[in-house]
């Protein structure tokens, strides 16, 4: 079982940057796919970005030449660096995490559906 806790969530005026960290607990595996997502009030989950074990990455449109995903394994964190930040990106973040595969195609990696684990999410307001 693997637990997921997100932080560095907050309110930032546009323009600013905000990185976000999420935290990994419990079995660790070789091979993983790993997530971020966001959802705003009324609308749909979308993804934001994933990274798996083998280093690669994957962003949303959405966020391309804004973010960068990145992680610390020795600290089992995975972080969402956001820059440029827009009244748009304002959302709850969500963390997520699958195991024993890496992420696969860019349209698996930016689906919820592919992703078991999942933390309760972080804050984000821009206004």
């Known amino acids: 079982h693997v637990q997921l806790v997100e932080s560095g969530g907050g309110s930032v005026q546009a323009g600013g940057s905000l990185r976000l960290s999420c935290v990994s607990s419990g079995v660790k595996y070789i091979r993983y796919c790993m997530g971020w997502f966001r959802q705003a009030p009324g609308k749909e989950r979308e993804g934001v970005g994933s990274?798996?074990?083998?280093?690669?990455?994957v962003r949303a449109d959405s966020v391309m030449g804004r973010a960068t995903i990145s992680q610390v394994s020795a600290k089992n964190t995975l972080y969402l660096q956001l820059n440029s930040l827009k009244p748009e990106d304002t959302a709850v973040y969500y963390c997520?995490?699958?195991?024993?595969?890496?992420?696969?195609?860019?349209?698996?990696?930016?689906?919820?559906?592919?992703?078991?684990?999942w933390g309760r999410g972080t804050q984000v307001t821009v206004s």
């Open positions: 990274l798996d074990s083998d280093g690669g990455t």
């Open positions: 997520a995490a699958t195991f024993e595969n890496r992420c696969g195609s860019r349209s698996s990696a930016l689906d919820y559906n592919e992703y078991l684990s």
